[in-house]
């Protein structure tokens, strides 16, 4: 009887280690396709294959976002997903998931997406509202917090090709800033306009953070327009190293 029991522990505990670094790719579009499907696929099976990571990947929110399947998830990714893709049921789905311990990943147009869902805006807590007119722009990171895994990638000196969002409003005070950019790096003046004839300014310019938000996480970066640099070492490191420390986090 002890013997069975033994086995059933083990049984029980490595299920739940494979359940809990379960990664859920969404890239889903329902607005501006970014084309960067293949190249985030490609990128998150690679990672996965060598972190031991158990990968599903849709593009389509309603054949993995249900009650059965998030309970085996770890981490939603949006991976440049754009307007709106889930319906009211899976709304209240990813909002108990996360409440209770789920993560999500936003990359680039996850601030972008669910524009009429105030859960989701209060969750990842800045919207998108414009970019540069001709797109990727050459700009400096400025690391705010050095001791974060996620963004320990990156130095104050060097300069990354990317197309710079701007938001409704800085989310500092809401969240946990890993990163900002500093704007006057790639705009030519503060009064610069751009994409929709808005401002591209906003002074305080964050680009990577993360919050609690219930007993889970949200975590945002505002990288990853450019399929060709999901293939740079900076960009791989700063995705894994961010899966990393948000499945530390929910292990704590």
Known sequence: MIKYKIAFCITFFLSMVATSQTLLLLTETNGWNHKTKEASLELFTALANENQ?????????ETNITKANLKKVAILILANTTANIFTQKEENLVQNFVENGGAIFGIHAASDTEYDWLWYQNAISAHFTTHAPDGERSGRII???RSHPAVK???DTNN????WYSFNQS????????ASVVENSYLS????MGLFDKKMAMGDHPI???????????????????PDNY???YFKNHILASLNWIIAEQNK
């Open 189 to 192: 003046s503060p009064d610069e």
């Open 153 to 155: 990638v990156f130095s």
């Open 160 to 163: 990354i090709t990317e197309e």
């Open 143 to 145: 690391i705010e917090d």
């Open 53 to 61: 990571y158990q990968l599903q990947h849709t593009d389509s929110s």
């Open 171 to 178: 989310p500092r005070d809401k969240v946990t800033v890993l």
């Open 231 to 233: 293939l740079k070492p």
């Open 208 to 226: 990577i953070w993360h919050k609690k938000v219930g007993k889970g996480i949200v975590y945002y970066t505002a990288l990853g327009h450019n």
